[in-house]
């Protein structure tokens, strides 16, 4: 299994970028993919994820300036966010959960950093 993440980099505040996961390995349409981030010091937190369904959820920080999509046909996730902040700044990683798992993520890609700056 392989989630393959790119398309992060620096950026302006209020700046954009959409990030992409490839999946290698899993039956993709099946999972629930999502993306977490990182930044220094601070715990791994959930930025949004993408059911089997298409139902979507997203941290109440990044509502409204990030959207979480699926192309099931090229087993890729994206995460578009705009409105960059500098509270961005962090390593994104894409997840994924596999069908009739309950919680918790069974296969993690390798992190992309996105530096936001002011």
């Known amino acids: 299994v392989q989630l393959q993440a790119s398309g992060g980099g620096s950026v302006q505040a209020g700046g954009s970028l959409r990030l992409s996961c490839a999946a290698s390995?899993?039956?993709?349409?099946?999972?629930?993919m999502a993306w977490h981030r990182q930044a220094p010091g601070k715990q791994r937190e959930l930025v949004a994820l993408i059911t089997s369904g298409d139902s979507t959820n997203y941290a109440d920080s990044v509502k409204g300036r990030f959207t979480i999509s699926r192309d099931n046909a090229k087993n890729t996730v994206y995460l578009q966010m705009n409105s960059l902040k500098p509270e961005d700044t962090a390593v994104y990683y894409c997840?994924?959960?596999?069908?009739?798992?309950?919680?918790?993520?069974?296969?993690w890609g390798q992190g992309t950093q996105v530096t936001v700056s002011s």
């Open positions: 390995g899993i039956i993709f349409s099946v999972n629930t």
């Open positions: 997840a994924a959960r596999r069908a009739g798992v309950i919680t918790g993520y069974n296969y």
